[in-house]
């Protein structure tokens, strides 16, 4: 090899590999390879958005080059942020961890981009220093990175190191207290920082209660109180699919206002004994963890709206203020039956849970049995509408054609029922969306998400569900903005997977095949039992031109699906669509199918 082909230069060098990585594949290799793709992803992401390049991803290894030390830096810290946040739901012994080590030195560079030398070496001395989850780097590091970076330089003293003569002096790099770094961010990428305006994450009330079966009360009273909270005009509210992953958890609040994105964490207990309830809650400011306010609330079961209406003016008053209420509440239109409320509380609690036939029945039932003693309750009947008609997509294999059509009937005189009782409820909107989705009218179906959200700018599956409609209007470069604030809302929901899979669609419809590369794959590891991204993640593999990933990952799809087809991926889900997504169907999707293998 001749010398003009060898280049010496300085670079910084950032190393990275995953702690018990053999542990990780030993107990789900699946899993474990999905999540791996996904922290590539992650650092493919923060590394070329800090000026740098990657080296290599062999194995479970990260290597990488960067024009500045604060680059570097900075992308160690968003990626350790990301990959944090990112694995918030996953048990402890099951969480993919990476160590980092970052150096500043001397390396040799070849023609093809690869570099040598001791700065390598040093960069991955320094990672195996690291802890799980961790960032160590050198004395160089520190000394061009100081007062550049939101970072604190925790001394590790001087290291011996394999291979290199001199000791080596260790830094481990912290963040620090109260500037979180925000990574920068990337296209189509969720910015997860607080809004301007008051922002709030009600999290799931701890139920004090003896019996077992009065957990569902505090659940509900969450989820009641997060709607409640999402009528305030001017307020911020994470949906409660995402606050429900905290129940029965030991709370950080510090670290669920940096994973959700908000100012204010509300959080409490109650206990219920017969008619009589004891509501206590705090609101903390997430960012100091300190307690704003805290009170004691006692009341009637029977009157439940009432105790909600007291926490949602104290709340209003503590964040300091001036919120109006959006629509002043009927007094007599509030009183309901106690037992009716108490069947739409058990119900409502059902609806944080993942999606399941099993599931949607049993919220049925209960919603009708709150109907029989309360046939007046607006928000029983739009509940009860959605809740039917989510039966029939996307279990509608599960019935025949009769019960199909029955369905159909029910759920569309539910939601007929609810918006003639309350014409400006938001719930009863967002459930006509699913009923004009079933009847095959795209454009009413995306009108009636307009109006939901118009209603409750805080209904995060509204904007998720719109943001599919307008994918089968044919314009999905509005689908991605509606979809990205429905994972804004609600990141930690049980729909996130789903989103995600939209997401990737969307941009494989435009063309852009490594965001939809990406996406799909983090829909992959959010719900790994999803069959329809798999054969997206395969055509947006075709449509970049990577033949082999997209056979393999059709090989993979078959295995599980025999009978997969272009269709399943693709094919709207009403029968009529548009001239504009039919255009993009043929010119997009079907030559990618036929490249991947997949059959039509």
Same mark, same amino acid.
């Given at each position: 090899?001749?010398?003009?082909?060898?280049?010496?230069?300085?670079?910084?060098?950032?190393?990275?590999?995953?702690?018990?990585?053999?542990?990780?594949?030993?107990?789900?290799e699946?899993?474990?390879?999905?999540?791996?793709?996904?922290?590539?992803?992650?650092?493919r992401?923060?590394?070329?958005?800090n000026?740098?390049?990657?080296?290599?991803?062999?194995?479970?290894?990260?290597?990488?080059?960067?024009?500045?030390?604060?680059?570097?830096v900075?992308?160690?810290?968003?990626?350790?942020?990301?990959?944090?946040?990112?694995?918030?739901?996953?048990?402890?012994?099951?969480?993919?961890?990476?160590r980092?080590?970052?150096?500043?030195?001397?390396?040799?560079?070849?023609?093809d981009?690869?570099?040598?030398?001791?700065?390598?070496?040093?960069?991955?001395?320094?990672?195996?220093?690291?802890?799980?989850?961790?960032?160590?780097?050198?004395?160089?590091?520190?000394?061009?990175?100081?007062?550049?970076?939101d970072a604190?330089?925790?001394?590790?003293?001087?290291?011996?190191?394999?291979?290199?003569?001199?000791?080596v002096r260790?830094?481990?790099?912290?963040?620090?207290?109260?500037?979180?770094?925000?990574?920068?961010?990337?296209?189509?990428?969720?910015?997860?920082?607080?809004?301007?305006?008051?922002?709030i994450?009600?999290?799931?009330?701890?139920?004090?209660?003896?019996?077992?079966?009065?957990?569902?009360?505090?659940?509900?009273?969450?989820?009641?109180?997060?709607?409640?909270?999402?009528?305030?005009?001017?307020?911020?509210?994470?949906?409660s699919?995402?606050?429900?992953?905290?129940?029965?958890?030991?709370?950080?609040?510090?670290?669920?206002?940096?994973?959700?994105?908000?100012?204010?964490?509300?959080?409490?207990?109650?206990?219920?004994?017969g008619?009589?309830?004891?509501?206590?809650?705090?609101?903390v400011?997430?960012?100091?963890?300190?307690?704003?306010?805290?009170?004691?609330?006692?009341?009637?079961?029977?009157?439940l709206?009432?105790?909600?209406?007291?926490?949602t003016?104290?709340?209003?008053?503590?964040?300091?203020?001036?919120?109006?209420?959006?629509?002043?509440?009927?007094?007599?239109?509030?009183?309901?039956?106690?037992?009716?409320?108490?069947?739409?509380?058990?119900?409502?609690?059902?609806?944080?849970?993942?999606?399941?036939? /099993?599931? !949607?029945? *049993?919220?049925?039932?209960?919603?009708?049995? =709150? &109907? %029989? $003693? #309360?046939?007046?309750n @607006?928000? +029983?009947?739009?509940?009860?509408?959605?809740t039917?008609l989510?039966?029939?997509?996307?279990?509608?294999?599960?019935?025949?054609?009769?019960?199909?059509? /029955?369905? !159909?009937? *029910?759920?569309?005189?539910?939601?007929?029922? =609810? &918006? %003639? $009782? #309350?014409p400006?409820? @938001?719930? +009863?909107?967002?459930?006509?969306?699913?009923?004009?989705?079933?009847?095959?009218?795209?454009?009413?179906?995306?009108?009636?998400?307009?109006?939901?959200?118009?209603?409750?700018?805080?209904?995060?599956?509204?904007?998720?569900?719109?943001?599919?409609?307008?994918?089968?209007?044919?314009?999905?470069?509005?689908?991605?903005?509606?979809?990205?604030?429905?994972?804004?809302?609600?990141?930690?929901?049980?729909?996130?997977?789903?989103?995600?899979?939209?997401?990737?669609?969307?941009y494989?419809?435009?063309?852009?095949?490594?965001?939809?590369?990406?996406?799909?794959?983090?829909?992959r590891?959010?719900?790994?039992?999803?069959?329809?991204?798999?054969?997206?993640?395969?055509l947006?593999?075709?449509?970049?031109?990577?033949?082999?990933?997209?056979?393999?990952?059709?090989?993979s799809?078959?295995?599980?699906?025999?009978?997969?087809?272009?269709?399943?991926?693709?094919?709207?889900?009403?029968?009529?669509?548009?001239?504009?997504?039919?255009?993009?169907?043929?010119?997009?999707?079907?030559?990618?199918?036929?490249r991947?293998?997949?059959?039509?």
């Amino acid at each position: 090899m001749s010398g003009s082909e060898l280049k010496q230069r300085l670079a910084a060098i950032l190393a990275a590999d995953v702690a018990g990585y053999s542990r990780l594949m030993a107990a789900d290799e699946r899993a474990t390879v999905a999540a791996l793709d996904t922290a590539r992803a992650v650092f493919r992401t923060q590394i070329e958005s800090n000026q740098g390049r990657v080296i290599d991803m062999a194995g479970d290894s990260v290597l990488a080059v960067f024009e500045t030390a604060t680059g570097a830096v900075s992308a160690a810290l968003a990626v350790q942020q990301n990959l944090n946040a990112a694995s918030s739901t996953v048990s402890e012994h099951r969480r993919m961890r990476f160590r980092i080590g970052v150096h500043l030195g001397d390396v040799i560079e070849k023609a093809d981009g690869t570099v040598y030398g001791d700065g390598v070496n040093i960069a991955a001395r320094l990672e195996g220093l690291a802890e799980p989850g961790g960032i160590t780097v050198s004395e160089s590091i520190r000394t061009a990175v100081k007062g550049k970076v939101d970072a604190t330089f925790g001394d590790q003293g001087e290291q011996q190191v394999k291979n290199i003569l001199e000791p080596v002096r260790a830094y481990r790099v912290g963040i620090e207290r109260g500037s979180a770094p925000k990574p920068a961010p990337a296209v189509g990428e969720i910015d997860i920082s607080p809004p301007d305006k008051p922002s709030i994450a009600v999290l799931p009330f701890a139920s004090l209660s003896n019996d077992p079966e009065q957990a569902y009360f505090a659940e509900g009273l969450s989820a009641s109180l997060t709607t409640d909270l999402s009528r305030i005009s001017g307020l911020f509210v994470i949906a409660s699919t995402s606050t429900a992953t905290f129940g029965g958890k030991v709370i950080d609040v510090r670290q669920i206002g940096r994973d959700l994105g908000v100012r204010y964490v509300l959080q409490g207990s109650v206990q219920r004994g017969g008619n009589k309830v004891r509501m206590n809650a705090q609101l903390v400011e997430a960012g100091t963890g300190s307690q704003l306010w805290s009170d004691r609330f006692d009341g009637d079961a029977t009157d439940l709206f009432a105790l909600q209406d007291q926490i949602t003016g104290r709340i209003a008053n503590a964040i300091g203020r001036q919120i109006i209420v959006m629509a002043a509440r009927d007094a007599e239109k509030r009183k309901t039956h106690p037992q009716a409320a108490d069947l739409l509380v058990r119900g409502i609690a059902l609806s944080d849970k993942p999606l399941s036939l /099993e599931r !949607l029945i *049993e919220q049925e039932l209960l919603f009708r049995e =709150a &109907l %029989a $003693l #309360d046939p007046h309750n @607006a928000d +029983a009947w739009a509940r009860l509408g959605r809740t039917i008609l989510l039966q029939l997509s996307p279990f509608a294999n599960s019935f025949t054609s009769e019960q199909k059509d /029955e369905k !159909l009937r *029910e759920g569309r005189k539910a939601v007929e029922k =609810a &918006l %003639a $009782l #309350d014409p400006n409820s @938001a719930y +009863a909107h967002y459930a006509e969306g699913i009923l004009y989705r079933l009847l095959g009218k795209p454009v009413e179906w995306a009108r009636s998400y307009e109006v939901a959200i118009a209603l409750d700018r805080n209904l995060a599956i509204a904007y998720g569900s719109l943001g599919t409609a307008l994918i089968y209007l044919g314009e999905p470069e509005k689908a991605i903005s509606q979809t990205q604030y429905a994972m804004r809302l609600d990141p930690l929901g049980p729909q996130i997977g789903n989103q995600q899979a939209m997401m990737g669609r969307a941009y494989f419809f435009l063309r852009h095949s490594d965001l939809a590369i990406e996406w799909l794959l983090k829909s992959r590891t959010s719900n790994p039992k999803l069959t329809r991204p798999a054969g997206v993640l395969a055509l947006a593999y075709a449509q970049k031109g990577d033949d082999s990933a997209a056979r393999l990952t059709v090989e993979s799809l078959l295995r599980v699906t025999p009978h997969y087809k272009v269709a399943d991926a693709f094919d709207p889900p009403v029968p009529f669509s548009p001239e504009a997504y039919r255009k993009l169907y043929d010119e997009v999707v079907l030559p990618a199918a036929r490249r991947a293998g997949i059959p039509e």
